[in-house]
């Protein structure tokens, strides 16, 4: 699924797929030419081990049409270790990759995608970190807050003509198991929870970031079980059943 991009304080409007909530995220001051690095924390404590949910930031660049994404998925426990899926992927023909974790196109279309599983521990918070490594190349990393301990999901370059990361987007909670399964009734969505706190920057100029706005989409609006509870620096997200 992809949103459509927004400006700041606009809503997101899903443009196909099973987004079942949408939130906003900003700076409330940012460099007027972009951000250099994006941290977004998310916390899936009491997701369930199952594949089928991504719960995903989006981010745009300058000069850039489409935009790009990264985000969890939880997956099935293997061998008795949870494991943790992360993806990183940009939405922009042109985009190019040599990392082993990335291939090219995305959602059947132009673009690349990387993704990686780890092991880990669906108690601690998760970062994943967006940062520029040179010129119009970025890196997604998944850390683990509580070790500190990290990953790199992959690596692309986009288009030479590529500005910096804009202030302000949205996010998503996507049950991509009912994605080509048009037909679906809403209480067969089954139960999960995820934390979106709010985003981070080490770029100079960058404020405190924010989340707000949290919305439910789809055809199940009012159906799906759904709550939002601020918590602090962030919203708690519940879906399902
Ligand atoms: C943006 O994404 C759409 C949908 O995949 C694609 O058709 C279009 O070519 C992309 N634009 C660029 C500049 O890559
Ligand atoms: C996660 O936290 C829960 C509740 O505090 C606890 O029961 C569980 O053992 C923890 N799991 C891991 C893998 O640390
Ligand atoms: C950084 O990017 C420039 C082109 O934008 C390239 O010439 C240079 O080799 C790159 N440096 C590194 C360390 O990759
Ligand atoms: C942490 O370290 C282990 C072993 O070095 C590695 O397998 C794991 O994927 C790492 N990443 C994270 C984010 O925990």
New binding site residues.
């Given amino acids: 699924m992809?949103f459509t991009a927004v400006a700041v304080l606009v809503s997101c409007v899903p443009s196909l797929g099973f987004a079942l909530v949408g939130n906003d995220w900003g700076f409330y001051d940012a460099p007027s030419d972009g951000l250099n690095d994006i941290t977004f924390p998310f916390n899936i404590a009491n997701a369930p081990h199952v594949s089928g949910f991504y719960f995903a930031q989006q981010f745009g660049f300058y000069n850039?049409?489409?935009i790009s994404y990264t985000g969890l998925q939880p997956r099935p426990d293997s061998s008795g270790n949870s494991i943790v899926h992360a993806a990183f992927s940009s939405?922009?023909?042109?985009?190019t990759t040599n990392h082993p974790n990335c291939y090219s196109g995305?959602?059947?279309?132009?673009?690349v995608s990387c993704a990686v599983d780890i092991i880990g521990n669906y108690n601690h918070t998760y970062n994943l970190v967006v940062e520029n490594t040179n010129g119009t190349t970025w890196r997604g990393t998944l850390v683990d807050t509580v070790t500190s301990n990290s990953t790199v999901v992959g690596e692309w370059t986009l288009?030479q003509e590529a500005g910096k990361i804009i202030n302000g987007q949205g996010g998503f909670v996507e049950y991509y198991t009912w994605n080509g399964q048009p037909s679906h009734t809403c209480d067969s969505l089954p139960f999960t929870e995820a934390t979106f706190y709010n985003p981070t920057s080490k770029t100079t100029g960058a404020s405190e970031g924010y989340t707000y706005n949290i919305v439910e989409y789809g055809d199940c609006i009012g159906k799906a079980g759904y709550s939002a509870t601020e918590v602090s620096e962030g919203y708690d997200i519940k879906v399902g059943f």
């Fill in positions: 992809k850039v049409e489409n939405f922009e023909g042109g985009t995305a959602d059947n279309g132009p673009g288009p």
